[in-house]
């Protein structure tokens, strides 16, 4: 807060120094950055110059960290190294000639690519004719305006979604319902547009995954096969517990054939002569 105050203050008096001054200016103040949109983690280097031909005074206002790496003999052009941006901000030249003060700023934006992008279908598996939902995630991305996720099946695009710079996570989901028994490949695509601030644009993929589709046919048939092979088992079973007992039974009553006649031989053999 200390140091916002003690940069902010000279600022402002610049700020009112030059556009208080009437007139035209009496030199140039130029402000040139490597980079106008920048990741949180990285350096990069401004140069403040003038058209003053010996500027008395001059340097680059910022609450970042800096380190001047060169600078001109009198004094005509100073470079710098910035690093540790942490938000959006202005940065500032400004030199002194003749007693006159001018400055040019410049905008930084910082940005955080889409590191991971997260596709999930809900769910994984589905009967033809059934509603599925594709959602795609991705974590921490800046400047979220500059953000559009697109769901896409194979190389189709189904949907293009942007957002508003307040959300922390931006997810994307679409509904669908499954028409076709081929599987479908789905994927996500997160793209960011950093264009207008001077960048370039940046893409990230999920990994693809595939929506397993079922025939509903294939369930009927699964069951009409179960209840035939337990029929036929059934079949199987009873008419062999059938044969099991028949058997039994046919055995019981050739045994008893068997007494009948064993009882006959026994007989002594005068009761065995038929009466003549
Ligand atoms: C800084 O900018 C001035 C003016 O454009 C240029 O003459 C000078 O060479 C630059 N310095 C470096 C180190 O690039
Ligand atoms: C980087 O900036 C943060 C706040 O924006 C500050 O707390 C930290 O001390 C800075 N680090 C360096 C090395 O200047
Ligand atoms: C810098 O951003 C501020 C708002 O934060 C805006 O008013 C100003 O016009 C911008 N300056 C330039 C040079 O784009
Ligand atoms: C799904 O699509 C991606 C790219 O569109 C491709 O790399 C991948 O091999 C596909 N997977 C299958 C199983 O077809
Ligand atoms: C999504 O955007 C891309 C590129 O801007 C475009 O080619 C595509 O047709 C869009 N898709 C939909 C579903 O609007
Ligand atoms: C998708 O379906 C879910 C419930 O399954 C519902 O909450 C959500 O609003 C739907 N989204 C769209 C874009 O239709």
Redesign the pocket.
């Known amino acids: 807060m200390v140091s916002f105050a003690c940069w902010s203050l000279p600022i402002t008096l610049l700020a009112l120094l030059c556009c208080s001054g009437s007139g035209k200016k009496a030199f140039e103040v130029y402000i040139w950055s490597e980079k106008h949109v920048v990741e949180a983690t990285e350096s990069w280097k401004v140069n403040c110059s003038t058209s003053c031909e010996n500027p008395e005074k001059g340097g680059l206002e910022t609450s970042m960290s800096k380190i001047m790496l060169e600078q001109h003999p009198q004094g005509k052009w100073k470079q710098f190294l910035v690093s540790n941006i942490s938000n959006d901000m202005t940065i500032l030249c400004h030199f002194t000639c003749e007693k006159e003060q001018y400055s040019t700023d410049l905008n930084i934006t910082v940005y955080q690519p889409p590191s991971q992008v997260t596709l999930k279908l809900k769910p994984p598996r589905v009967v033809v004719g059934e509603?599925f939902?594709i959602e795609c995630t991705v974590s921490a991305v800046k400047p979220l305006e500059s953000l559009t996720l697109t769901l896409l099946r194979g190389r189709e695009s189904l949907q293009n979604q942007t957002f508003e710079g307040t959300e922390h996570e931006a997810i994307a989901?679409?509904?669908s319902t499954a028409l076709t028994k081929n599987g479908l490949n789905f994927s996500c695509q997160a793209e960011l547009d950093l264009r207008p601030h001077g960048g370039h644009i940046i893409r990230s993929f999920s990994e693809s995954q595939i929506l397993e589709v079922f025939e509903p046919m294939q369930d009927n048939q699964m069951v009409i096969i179960i209840v035939v092979v337990s029929i036929l088992l059934f079949l199987f079973v009873t008419s062999i517990l059938l044969c099991f007992i028949l058997g039994q039974h046919w055995h019981r009553r050739r045994m008893g054939t068997y007494g009948v006649l064993a009882a006959w031989r026994r007989l002594p053999r005068a009761f065995r002569q038929r009466p003549v």
Do not use: D, P
Request: hydrophobic share 60%.
């Open positions: 509603a939902t989901i679409f509904n």
